[in-house]
């Protein structure tokens, strides 16, 4: 870690506890809590996000989300907890088509990087690939319940806590918690399998994140909890 980076998060660190003064006599930071019964949303943990080389490459991959992430997939796995990975890819990826299924967002992000044709690109991370019995979702925008069917899939099978894990920690994340808790969820944001691309970018959102939309908790914990949640419902 670069010296400005550690400096960064030392001012971030004394700003969070200025913050939380203010925020806890105002009433914010109270806990939404685990529920009964838990997915693993993994959000974005795709070759373009995880690997070097491409724009959306983000930090801490090798040596901290992945390894954090096959802790929790170790978990549901044992413990036969629904796993949703999720990811994002465009069938028109020609900024001039006015048909293109990129909306308006390559108005200000390179989506048009990440082509349906190129499977190996948006393809889930082969050292955290899906297994039989556990859903791919295809998603067109930040949010992984936006215009997609994983409200209704999920609360068809009974959730009520998402765990949600992936990049980026300012959007794809981001917006899934928030949505997610707007369709009735706990949303647990697994602070180690958080990822971004700017130094202080995940900090900052997570900080937030667990003042207003949901609980941020540690790999630990969760997969304590993925790993006992069914003894607190015999």
């Not at 067109?140 to 949600?164: E, N, R, W």
């Not at 941020?216 to 607190?232: A, G, I, K, P």
Request: glycine share 6%.
């Amino acid at each position: 870690m670069s010296d400005d980076v550690t400096e960064l998060k030392q001012r971030l660190e004394e700003a969070f506890r200025e913050a939380t003064k203010l925020y806890q006599t105002r009433g914010f930071q109270r806990r939404i809590g685990f529920g009964r019964k838990p997915a693993l949303v993994n959000v974005d943990l795709a070759n373009a996000w995880t690997r070097p080389g491409n724009p959306f490459t983000c930090e801490d991959m090798d040596d901290q989300i992945i390894p954090g992430v096959q802790r929790l997939l170790e978990a549901c796995r044992a413990n036969s907890h629904l796993v949703v990975h999720v990811t994002t890819c465009y069938q028109i990826t020609d900024r001039e088509n006015p048909h293109t299924d990129m909306g308006l967002w390559h108005h200000k992000i390179p989506v048009e990087a990440v082509d349906q044709s190129k499977p190996e690109l948006w393809a889930i991370d082969s050292r955290i690939a899906p297994v039989e019995g556990e859903h791919i979702l295809i998603k067109k925008q930040a949010s992984a319940f936006h215009g997609t069917y994983l409200a209704s899939y999920l609360h068809a099978a009974g959730i009520d806590t998402i765990l949600v894990t992936g990049v980026t920690a300012t959007a794809c994340v981001r917006q899934t918690i928030c949505d997610g808790l707007a369709d009735g969820f706990r949303p647990i944001a697994v602070k180690e399998c958080i990822g971004d691309r700017i130094p202080g970018a995940v900090d900052w959102n997570l900080f937030d994140i667990d003042a207003k939309f949901g609980d941020v908790e540690s790999v630990d914990q969760c997969v304590h909890y993925l790993n006992t949640v069914h003894m607190r419902n015999d």
